[in-house]
């Protein structure tokens, strides 16, 4: 069974500095892995997608990195705002039609 | 751009009440899906839908029912409400043409609190 372990659960960082969130998954056999973003009681906001034969994606401030055969994925921002205070959840799409979720990371960006 | 609606933003019901969530997407996606999320356990899913009524358990689907009468809508029915069902409630979409690409678009959530 598929799971998928995000670390860490919680993050604190003064604004401009560049971080990194972390993401395992215990299955190789994926098609794609996600993150994603929420704010405070919103629904979930897609962000990177990386299909099982790519090795990264990047958009804007965001690198979204992928490396099947040991089960990780890490998500790179770089120089911090206080709008990326948000929680950060990691996804993974296996070989029927559900999407298996990470528990997320809340990350604070303090200004 | 996809737009995936909840009927609801907060609701708060009695433990017995019969609960109705609705979800509604315009971009004609074929697959649906009802997750909870509550605090340290993630999104769980409840159930979901792959076409009109059809459906298919999720990994939590205890005390919980869908409907899907129609493609762009999809309901969750708790029977009968009880605190435990007191939770976040997030629907979502998606379409399956390349299983490399799909991602799930997801609405804004209903807040549920169950007294």
Same mark, same amino acid.
């Given at each position: 069974k598929q799971e998928v372990t995000q670390i860490p659960a919680a993050l604190s960082v003064p604004e401009g500095e560049n971080l990194v969130l972390n993401c395992s998954f215990? #299955?190789?056999?994926?098609y794609n892995l996600q993150w994603f973003r929420q704010d405070p009681g919103k629904g979930l906001t897609s962000l990177l997608l990386i299909q099982s034969s790519q090795r990264e994606q990047t958009s804007g401030r965001l690198n979204a990195s992928l490396d099947k055969s040991s089960g990780r994925s890490t998500l790179y921002i770089a120089a911090?705002?206080?709008? #990326?205070?948000a929680t950060y959840l990691c996804a993974v799409k296996d070989g029927g039609f559900k999407t298996i979720f990470g528990a997320g990371t809340r990350l604070f960006v303090k200004a | 751009d996809v737009k995936v609606t909840q009927s609801s933003r907060y609701l708060v019901k009695r433990t017995g009440e019969k609960v109705f969530l609705e979800c509604v997407q315009?971009?004609?996606?074929?697959n649906m899906f009802w997750y909870r999320q509550d605090p340290g356990l993630g999104l769980r899913l409840i159930y979901f839908s792959y076409d009109v009524k059809m459906k298919e358990k999720g990994d939590i689907p205890e005390g919980y029912s869908v409907s899907r009468e129609k493609k762009e809508r999809f309901s969750l029915i708790l029977e009968s409400a009880s605190t435990n069902q007191t939770s976040m409630y997030l629907c979502a979409s998606s379409q399956t043409r390349d299983r490399g690409r799909e991602t799930q678009y997801f609405g804004p959530g209903t807040r549920l609190l169950v007294l």
């Amino acid at each position: 069974k598929q799971e998928v372990t995000q670390i860490p659960a919680a993050l604190s960082v003064p604004e401009g500095e560049n971080l990194v969130l972390n993401c395992s998954f215990t #299955d190789s056999a994926i098609y794609n892995l996600q993150w994603f973003r929420q704010d405070p009681g919103k629904g979930l906001t897609s962000l990177l997608l990386i299909q099982s034969s790519q090795r990264e994606q990047t958009s804007g401030r965001l690198n979204a990195s992928l490396d099947k055969s040991s089960g990780r994925s890490t998500l790179y921002i770089a120089a911090s705002q206080p709008g #990326d205070s948000a929680t950060y959840l990691c996804a993974v799409k296996d070989g029927g039609f559900k999407t298996i979720f990470g528990a997320g990371t809340r990350l604070f960006v303090k200004a | 751009d996809v737009k995936v609606t909840q009927s609801s933003r907060y609701l708060v019901k009695r433990t017995g009440e019969k609960v109705f969530l609705e979800c509604v997407q315009d971009m004609d996606h074929e697959n649906m899906f009802w997750y909870r999320q509550d605090p340290g356990l993630g999104l769980r899913l409840i159930y979901f839908s792959y076409d009109v009524k059809m459906k298919e358990k999720g990994d939590i689907p205890e005390g919980y029912s869908v409907s899907r009468e129609k493609k762009e809508r999809f309901s969750l029915i708790l029977e009968s409400a009880s605190t435990n069902q007191t939770s976040m409630y997030l629907c979502a979409s998606s379409q399956t043409r390349d299983r490399g690409r799909e991602t799930q678009y997801f609405g804004p959530g209903t807040r549920l609190l169950v007294l």
